[in-house]
């Protein structure tokens, strides 16, 4: 299992562009890199995949360099909403585990 | 569309009882999973089941059973609750790495 690290928190301010970077130097060929957002008192939803170059959907944007040893999650003009915990996952199916996650909190 | 469904959404024991957490999902994901959530902390995982009839440990396996009924349904058990069980459960389904979680269970030992 490849195992992920994150920072624990960030700071922002709204209408910043917010970059979180996850490192994974053991990524197996076969793993995908998912990131989760996880508001208080709910569980966490599905933001983006990728396993490799840049995937981009209408919340954000994951880069994956050519070595795969590492992700950022990029979040373009956050807002107070955002203010969330954010996980990278790294795996195929199965056994996912979550990592501590890095607490994002934007500032007005 | 229901989407993943826990029940009860909040539970109080006993020290000793038990209980099981039920999770159903209507999406027909193969692989289902149970998870754990203490304050402030990250999730961690309890079972998985990548596919019906399989089972397997997590990080945190121990004082807990679980039961996949059929593709839909996998069920969590306390046979005997204990304090340092107090916590949130969340339950989840995916077909690969995009997965749905439920509202969680809050359950609490005393």
């Known amino acids: 299992l490849a195992k992920t690290t994150q920072p624990i928190s960030m700071d922002s301010y709204e209408g910043q562009e917010v970059n979180i970077t996850c490192s994974h130097n053991?990524?197996?060929?076969?793993?995908?890199i998912t990131w989760y957002q996880q508001f208080p008192s709910q569980g966490p939803r599905f933001i983006i995949q990728?396993?490799?170059t840049k995937v981009t959907n209408e919340v954000a944007s994951l880069f994956i360099p050519a070595d795969r040893k590492s992700s950022t999650l990029s979040l373009p003009r956050v807002s107070l909403s955002d203010t969330a915990v954010y996980y990278c996952l790294v795996g195929d199916r199965g056994d996912m585990r979550f990592g501590a996650g890095t607490r994002l909190t934007v500032k007005p | 569309n229901a989407g993943v469904t826990q029940t009860p959404k909040f539970q109080v024991l006993k020290t000793g009882q038990s209980m099981t957490l039920q999770c159903a999902q209507d999406?027909?994901?193969?692989?289902m999973y149970w998870y754990r959530q203490d304050p402030g902390m990250g999730l961690r995982l309890i079972y998985y089941?990548?596919?019906?009839?399989?089972?397997d440990k997590g990080e945190v396996p121990n004082g807990y059973n679980v039961s996949r009924l059929n593709k839909r349904e996998f069920s969590l058990r306390l046979e005997s609750a204990a304090p340092s069980q107090t916590s949130v459960y969340f339950c989840a389904s995916s077909e690969r790495t995009e997965a749905f979680f439920g509202q969680g269970t809050r359950l609490t030992v005393v």
């Open positions: 089941s990548a596919s019906e009839g399989t089972t």
């Open positions: 999406m027909n994901h193969n692989s």
């Open positions: 990728g396993y490799k």
């Open positions: 053991n990524i197996a060929t076969n793993d995908y």
